[in-house]
Every structure is written in C-alpha cells, then in structure tokens.
C-alpha cells in the first residue's frame, strides 16, 4: 500500500519467509564472536556470579530497550538505516544513518580476517600444528606479526583463507534476503548450536572443570560498588546485541507488515544472552582443565579473552586433552560459524543501504563495492601488520563509533524529533508484548545517560593513554581516522540524491490501520 494520494508504484522490498527466518537470521547477527571470546572474561573480570546482576539490569533497561528501538524503526519506516532515519529525522537522520553504514564497513574489513584466522585453525586442530608455543606460533610463524604498525609484507597463510572468507561470504548476499541471508543462517545456527554444546558437554567432563566453574560462578559482590563493572556489563551487552549500528534496522525492515516484532525481539535478545552463558560455563571448564594440568590456580592464567584467549591460550590447551584435535575442530568450528553469520549482517547493512540510495541492483553492488572492500581488507589484514590494524580499528569501531552511534539515536529520533511515543504505539500495535512509558523512559533517559558516560569516559582514556603502547601518529590514522570517516560519510552521502523518493515507502500511514482482527502475525 502506498501513501495517500501516491499513484506511482513504490519498490518491492524483499521479505523473510516469515517469522522464524527472521528470528534465526537475528540470531545468528548477534551470536558471534563477542559472545565466545569476550563474554566469559570480562564476567570473570567483573566480579564472577556477582557480574550477571550488572548483566541482566542492563539487558533489561538498555539492551532490549534499544534492540526494540531499531526494530520499531526499521518496520515502521521500511528501509536500510539511511532511508528508515531520513523518513524519521530528515538529513540529519539520514546523516546518522551513513554513519552507521561507515561503522560496518570498518568492522567488516576487519571481522573477516578473523574469520580467516579461525578457519585456517579450524584446519590447524588436525594436527595440532601450533606445536608447544601457541603464542609464537600464532604471532610469528602464522601471522609473522611485525615491528612495524604498517607493512605491505603479505602472508600467503593469512592471504588465501581471507580471499575465501570475502568469495563465501559475497556469494551468500549475491543471493538475496532469502536465498542468501536466512538460507545460510538456517543451515549454520543449528550446526554452530550442536557443536557448541557437545564442546561444552565434553568439557564439563574434564579434570579441573569444576575449578573453572567455581572461579567463573563464585560471585565477589563488592564488584558491584565499582561502577567500571555496571560500564562492562552495559558494554558486554550493546556489543552482543548487533544494535545502534543500522543491523536490526536492516533487518526489520525486510518483515512484513503486521508482523510480531516485539515477541521475536525478546526471543532474539533471551537466545542470545543463553549463549554467552553457556559459552562462559564451556570456556571456564577448559580454564579449569588447563590450570590444573599446570598446578596453578584458574586466576593465575594469562590471556582470557579476546585474541589471546582463542588463538594463544586455546590451543595450548586443545594440545593437553585426550580427544584435542577434535575438541579444537569444535572450538573453531564453532568460531568460524559464529564469525560468519554475523558478518553476513554486518555486510547487509551496508549493501542494503547503496541499494536503496542508488537503485543499484543486489548482485551489482555486491560486485561493485563488495569486491573493492574486500580488496581493501586483503591489504590491511593479510599483510604482517594485520594484527595491530585489528585491534586498533576495532578498538575505536566499538567503544567510540557504536557507542556514539547509540547516543546520537536517542537524541535525533527521541530528543529532537520525538518519536518516542510514535514508536511505542507502532510497537504495541502489531506486537503481543506491549511498550509504554517505561521503553520510552529507558530508551530517552537512562541508555543515553550510561552511554554517553562510557563514551566520554573511553574518548578522555584513549587521549590521555594512547592504546596498547602503539605510537601516538599510528592511533590517530587507524583509529582516530576511522570515527573521522564516518563523521565525513555522515555528512556527505546525504547530501547525495536518492534513486527514488524517500518519502513513498510500502507502509501503512497510520497505527490504526495496522490494527487488524486476530493481531499481529
């Protein structure tokens, strides 16, 4: 149905196959790498036990709150990020919008090439390959990381898995929404599901495992009066999540119109948070298995999370269980599933929104800026200063660029436009799990309070530290560039015309229309 008083046809968007295509698509966008190599450390971290308090009153007040935000937006106003917030806010939504678009681009040029690294240990695991020094082995003979922070030194190693990573992965969006995205999500949930748990079943059984349990579940409540820890467990969350950075925009857009969107969010944000736990509980078991082969305790490790906790500290592990090959098949396996669905959705935000500003066909702008983009990833991360461009651009994409992103949602499309209330009535007209002032309390006042303390905070850390001991003039091109270009994206692309009127889109002009007998579907 067109607007009032339009006669010209408005574009087709593509559609999921209905509501479990969406829901298992959403999933597999927020299950990834986060989940397994941060979440476990940062709860250890954090206070133990103590830290799921944090973890679930910030899921409650800003996680679902916000995930329900990009939902209601990108239903309601039917288009990729720039469209859904230039119909909302005018250019300076659409501004927020390619903003967006520009944190994926860096996150993707990078998350591929973690991609490729767990693939190639995927392969590794058979023959335990990394031999007794893992951490040598991944820094100097796999990655040959080198001195300098900028290389054009290439590793045939680290070359060819990402070339297949990039070829796989544009194949699958060359495809379409259903063919490509939610096909590949119902064919690589359930496996990554079942070889995660039977990894988890299989630790649990190890000597030591009750150790990690212990050290990872005894909870240090006076973690709680160090307000860092409420910070990480918010952080944690809106990493986890896949929000404020245009994907559930994206991919709520593609559901129909009567279509259930906060039952599924709940699903969506539930599933998520199970996994990290789980992932947690088989990290912690392998902790616990590694400290007591070495005599020490579980406190006592090096490298729990992140980079160190996969690459370095995994394999040194996999080499001293019974059944280790097969445990590190799993563990990468599991990885490499994980890294693929959610850059699947990563890469969709950013194809959805050139399509819709540009009228380009699907396979045409896969071809003509994935190609180029995955280009760009070669050289940066297939070369031997891989490893410090990844950290370093992920470092400033996430603590900087999301959390700024979230911030700027709350004040254009709650602050400035007030929309709030026209969401909340949207949300509650064709979903079972109704919204009111609470979500708008939550999603105007609290989220962006936290939020804008954490990016004030990480930008005044990151000014006065540095970051990692890497020289000053390297952080502010990696990583102070990268928020440079995305502000530069923000301004300029909207000043670029659309291929089509932004204003006529494929939804009904009021709540009361999406009132229909039997509810929402």
Same mark, same amino acid.
């Given at each position: 149905?067109?607007?009032?008083?339009?006669?010209?046809?408005?574009?087709?968007?593509?559609?999921?196959?209905?509501?479990?295509?969406?829901?298992?698509?959403?999933?597999?966008?927020?299950?990834?790498?986060?989940?397994?190599?941060?979440?476990?450390?940062?709860?250890?971290?954090?206070?133990?036990?103590?830290?799921?308090?944090?973890?679930?009153?910030?899921?409650?007040?800003?996680?679902?709150?916000?995930?329900?935000?990009?939902?209601?937006?990108?239903?309601?106003?039917?288009?990729?990020?720039?469209?859904?917030?230039?119909?909302?806010?005018?250019?300076?939504?659409?501004?927020?919008?390619?903003?967006?678009?520009?944190?994926?681009?860096?996150?993707?040029?990078?998350?591929?090439?973690?991609?490729?690294?767990?693939?190639?240990?995927?392969?590794?695991?058979?023959?335990?390959?990394?031999?007794?020094?893992?951490?040598?082995?991944?820094?100097?003979?796999?990655?040959?990381?080198?001195?300098?922070?900028?290389?054009?030194?290439?590793?045939?190693?680290?070359?060819?898995?990402?070339?297949?990573?990039?070829?796989?992965?544009?194949?699958?969006?060359?495809?379409?929404?259903?063919?490509?995205?939610?096909?590949?999500?119902?064919? +690589?949930?359930?496996?990554?599901?079942?070889?995660?748990?039977?990894?988890?079943?299989?630790?649990?059984?190890?000597?030591?495992?009750?150790?990690?349990?212990?050290?990872?579940?005894?909870?240090?409540?006076?973690?709680?009066?160090?307000?860092?820890?409420?910070?990480?467990?918010?952080?944690?969350?809106?990493?986890?999540?896949?929000?404020?950075?245009?994907?559930?925009?994206?991919?709520?857009?593609?559901?129909?119109?009567?279509?259930?969107?906060?039952?599924?969010?709940? +699903?969506?944000?539930?599933?998520?948070?199970?996994?990290?736990?789980?992932?947690?509980?088989?990290?912690?078991?392998?902790?616990?298995?590694?400290?007591?082969?070495?005599?020490?305790?579980?406190?006592?490790?090096?490298?729990?999370?992140?980079?160190?906790?996969?690459?370095?500290?995994?394999?040194?592990? +996999?080499?001293?269980?019974?059944?280790?090959?097969?445990?590190?098949?799993?563990?990468?396996?599991?990885?490499?599933?994980?890294?693929?669905?959610?850059?699947?959705?990563?890469?969709?935000?950013?194809?959805?929104?050139?399509?819709?500003?540009?009228?380009?066909?699907?396979?045409?702008?896969?071809?003509?800026?994935?190609?180029?983009?995955?280009?760009?990833?070669?050289?940066?991360?297939?070369?031997?200063?891989?490893?410090?461009?990844?950290?370093?651009?992920?470092?400033?994409?996430?603590?900087?660029?999301?959390?700024?992103?979230?911030?700027?949602?709350?004040?254009?499309?709650?602050?400035?436009?007030?929309?709030?209330?026209?969401?909340?009535?949207?949300?509650?007209? +064709?979903?079972?799990?109704?919204?009111?002032?609470?979500?708008?309390?939550?999603?105007?006042?609290?989220?962006?309070?936290?939020?804008?303390?954490?990016?004030?905070?990480?930008?005044?850390?990151?000014?006065?530290?540095?970051?990692?001991?890497?020289?000053?003039?390297?952080?502010?091109?990696?990583?102070?560039?990268?928020?440079?270009?995305?502000?530069?994206?923000?301004?300029?692309?909207?000043?670029?015309?659309?291929?089509?009127?932004?204003?006529?889109?494929?939804?009904?002009?009021?709540?009361?229309?999406?009132?229909?007998?039997?509810?929402?579907?």
């Amino acid at each position: 149905m067109t607007r009032a008083g339009s006669t010209a046809a408005v574009p087709q968007r593509e559609q999921w196959t209905g509501q479990f295509g969406f829901i298992i698509s959403a999933i597999g966008s927020a299950v990834g790498l986060g989940n397994i190599w941060r979440f476990p450390g940062v709860a250890y971290e954090s206070g133990g036990g103590a830290f799921l308090i944090p973890y679930l009153v910030a899921l409650v007040t800003a996680g679902i709150p916000i995930l329900f935000l990009d939902y209601a937006i990108g239903h309601r106003f039917r288009g990729s990020v720039p469209l859904a917030l230039k119909r909302l806010g005018g250019k300076l939504g659409e501004g927020l919008g390619w903003f967006q678009v520009a944190i994926c681009v860096f996150i993707a040029v990078y998350y591929t090439a973690v991609l490729a690294w767990s693939s190639s240990y995927f392969v590794f695991s058979w023959d335990l390959r990394w031999g007794d020094d893992t951490a040598g082995f991944f820094v100097g003979e796999y990655l040959q990381t080198a001195e300098s922070p900028f290389t054009l030194e290439f590793v045939p190693s680290v070359m060819i898995p990402l070339v297949i990573a990039w070829i796989v992965t544009l194949i699958i969006l060359a495809a379409g929404v259903v063919k490509g995205v939610q096909r590949a999500n119902m064919i +690589v949930i359930p496996l990554l599901i079942i070889g995660f748990l039977v990894l988890v079943g299989f630790a649990l059984t190890l000597p030591g495992a009750v150790d990690g349990l212990n050290a990872f579940f005894t909870p240090d409540f006076a973690a709680l009066a160090d307000p860092n820890v409420w910070i990480a467990a918010y952080g944690q969350i809106f990493f986890s999540l896949s929000i404020a950075f245009g994907i559930m925009i994206t991919y709520s857009s593609y559901r129909r119109r009567r279509s259930n969107m906060t039952g599924a969010g709940l +699903v969506v944000a539930f599933a998520n948070s199970s996994f990290e736990l789980i992932a947690g509980i088989g990290v912690f078991a392998t902790l616990g298995f590694f400290a007591f082969q070495q005599g020490i305790a579980v406190g006592d490790l090096e490298g729990l999370t992140g980079v160190g906790l996969s690459f370095m500290t995994f394999p040194a592990i +996999v080499s001293q269980m019974p059944g280790g090959a097969w445990f590190g098949a799993l563990f990468f396996g599991s990885l490499t599933l994980a890294g693929l669905t959610s850059l699947i959705s990563i890469l969709e935000v950013v194809i959805a929104a050139l399509r819709d500003k540009f009228g380009w066909t699907r396979r045409g702008t896969v071809l003509g800026f994935g190609v180029p983009l995955a280009v760009i990833s070669l050289v940066l991360f297939g070369s031997t200063s891989g490893l410090t461009a990844l950290d370093t651009i992920d470092a400033w994409s996430n603590q900087l660029g999301i959390v700024g992103s979230a911030v700027g949602m709350s004040i254009i499309v709650l602050w400035v436009n007030r929309k709030g209330p026209v969401l909340a009535r949207h949300l509650s007209t +064709v979903s079972t799990f109704k919204v009111g002032v609470l979500w708008q309390i939550f999603t105007t006042v609290l989220a962006p309070v936290v939020l804008g303390y954490m990016l004030i905070a990480k930008a005044v850390d990151f000014l006065q530290n540095g970051y990692a001991g890497y020289d000053t003039w390297y952080l502010w091109v990696a990583g102070w560039g990268c928020i440079i270009v995305m502000l530069i994206a923000a301004f300029v692309l909207p000043q670029l015309r659309w291929s089509q009127d932004p204003d006529r889109f494929d939804a009904w002009p009021t709540d009361d229309q999406l009132r229909v007998k039997g509810g929402a579907r």
